[in-house]
């Protein structure tokens, strides 16, 4: 059983509303990671897969849960929006395991006060979607939400037709983003922001939490934290595609799976997102908007960092102007991870800059292309590369071997999780989790031979041009 915490509603009664749940017709339980329950202590034998699917669609309430929606506003393409808030997701609570508090939500699980014109639900697509995406990210080392369950709820949602819908249920440290704190500086309430940032240092950031100068220590960590991750994404070819303020975390975890995509064929501005259309968050784009974004985080400290707004002003933009670094930094490290080095190797700008060309005029698949450098093939690029491997002492051997664990042979690939989606709405969940399991394992260079569907690269028939939220 799940014996929750209700952390986040010791924050004062504005910071949320009350949700109700329940009310679906018949629930079932599609996929329970039994893996993060076990990472998280949660025990849920005495349970029937019937009860558990009550659980996590909000039919049935966990013991001392009482769900809330948060509050928060947020900057959507450039544009700030006042108030967004939990529209289709209810907090139901924290689960505490080795002294880290996690949170526990439906999403799609019915309207609360910040619903808007929505309905609050969620079809099946988008629940499968973010079930593969984000465990695949976990498992390749990338800070993220987590899936704990996806279950249909047996009534139908409208969206342009009519589709089964689904109730996905996530994990993170916190949903708190940028927009909560853009939330309460819309509203000038500047004890809610120090109320919230105390409540960020304490679980995420405890080491600061004496600090004297703990705003902007508080600044500087979460910085640090989003650069080294959209790092993280760059080295993958992920492309987030929908980096509003309201969808960063203060925790670095990768929130929100909407339109996102793996980009197939290497290419620069690269974006799936059918919304984004003028390329806002294209994949070259990301570490431009990530500093964009942390720069609104800035704006909501203004008075807090000191009492001399210039001065506080002249400090936030210094530590601003530092964000590229971060992230050039993470950046090089994780690239220089995915060829083979341990450290970032000297001169490494030169090396990374023809990796780039080379992927740009090959047209090449990008996550292939480093499976390929394992076939130690010679070519213009490889020759390079094998310069700087030498003059840094490491074998070819020794960095195919460090690749291998780095590298990973399958993804969620766009093509194959939209394939995975049409058999679940015809009822087949098989195809579903059998990728799941496969996306267990990244790295097994097996799957090249026995899933080899699921490592190659969308034929032009199979390419998905767009992708939507769905929601
Ligand atoms: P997102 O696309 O997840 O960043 O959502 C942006 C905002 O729209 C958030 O406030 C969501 O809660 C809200 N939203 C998205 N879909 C729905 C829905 N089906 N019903 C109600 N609110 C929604
Ligand atoms: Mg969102």
Redesign the pocket.
Known sequence: MLNLKQDFQKLPSHFYRDVELGGFTAPQLLLLNEELCLELGIDLSNLSQEEISHYFTGNKLFQNSKPIATA?A?H?FGYFNPQ??????ALLGEVEYQNQLYEVQLK?SG??A?????????SLGPVIREFLVSEAMNILSVPTTRALAACLTGDPVYRESELAGGVFTRVATSHIRIGTFQYFFSLNDFDAIKHLTDFCINRHYPHIENNEHKYLEFLKSVFKKQAQLVAKWMSLGFIHG?M?T??MTISGETI?Y?PCAFMDQFQMDKSYSYVDREGRYAFSNQPKILQWNLARLADCFLSLVDTDQEKSLAILNEELSKISGYFQESYELEMSKKLGFQTIPNNFSILLNQLINTLDTTKSDYTNFFLSLEKDEDNSFTKEWKKVLSSENITTEEAIRRMAETNPAVIPRNHKVEEVIKKSYQGDFEPFKKFHEILKNPFNRDHLAQNSDFCKPPTKEQVVQNTF?G?
């Open positions: 928060y947020g959507q967004l808030g939990d529209g289709r997701a799609g309207p609360t910040f619903s808007r014109r929505g309905d609050g639900m969620s929908v509003n309201d969808n929100d909407g939220c929601t």
